[in-house]
T-cell receptor
């Protein structure tokens, strides 16, 4: 089946690294995504990784994919107060479907 | 370029009334998605279209919900009759290519059914 799980909350201090984790159940997904949602707004694509890759780095963002364990993580280096938001992982399928996790609310304290 | 445009941004209505939410996707995008977001259930995929054709509506909760895409630049999501449990933020999103997860979201329509 298609199911994506995330922890609901994460709190870090400004300047620390944040690691947001995600597990998924369907191994047929082609790409995995991280989206960010700020209050009162729609979701915005942050980054993505192809399912045959292990890692992708994009400035302060590092995505790690463990396909064997069906585990995806997003690391934000030097977290800033502006990074406070809800982060969603998502997997896409050849059927065109895109399924999101519940979202992890990141709170960055000064 | 204008992004995905949704209207209304906020709607408050009474139980039993008909609600119509509207979406204009980004020009040139050929896939369109409707999602519903609530605290309890998170982000649920309701229905998606490719080239104006509904591909999968298995996420539509009940027959009270219907969605149309009469042309490439317009889609509606209708709830008739509305119920308090339909209260949520409804998002429309579009993508340039089918089966890519690179979606562009609108700002959402917040629906409150009293």
């Amino acid at each position: 089946g298609e199911d994506v799980e995330q922890s609901l909350f994460l709190s870090v201090r400004e300047g620390d690294s944040s690691v947001i984790n995600c597990t998924y159940t369907d191994s047929s997904s082609t790409y995995l995504y991280w989206y960010k949602q700020e209050p009162g707004a729609g979701l915005q694509l942050l980054t993505y990784i192809f399912s045959n890759m292990d890692m992708k780095q994009d400035q302060r963002l590092t995505v790690l994919l463990n396909k064997k364990d069906k585990h995806l993580s997003l690391r934000i280096a030097d977290t800033q107060t502006g990074d406070s938001a809800i982060y969603f992982c998502a997997e896409s399928f050849s059927s065109g479907k895109l399924i999101f996790g519940q979202g992890t609310e990141l709170s960055v304290k000064p | 370029d204008a992004g995905v445009i949704q209207s209304p941004r906020h709607e408050v209505t009474e139980m039993g009334q008909e609600v119509t939410l509207r979406c204009k996707p980004i020009s040139g995008h050929n896939s369109l998605f409707w999602y519903r977001q609530t605290m309890m259930r998170g982000l649920e995929l309701l229905i998606y279209f490719n080239n104006n054709v509904p591909i999968d509506d298995s996420g539509m909760p009940e027959d009270r919900f219907s969605a149309k895409m009469p042309n490439a630049s317009f889609s509606t999501l209708k709830i008739q009759p509305s119920e308090p449990r339909d209260s949520a933020v409804y998002f429309c999103a579009s993508s340039l290519r089918f089966s890519t997860g690179e979606l562009f979201f609108g700002e959402g329509s917040r629906l409150t059914v009293l």
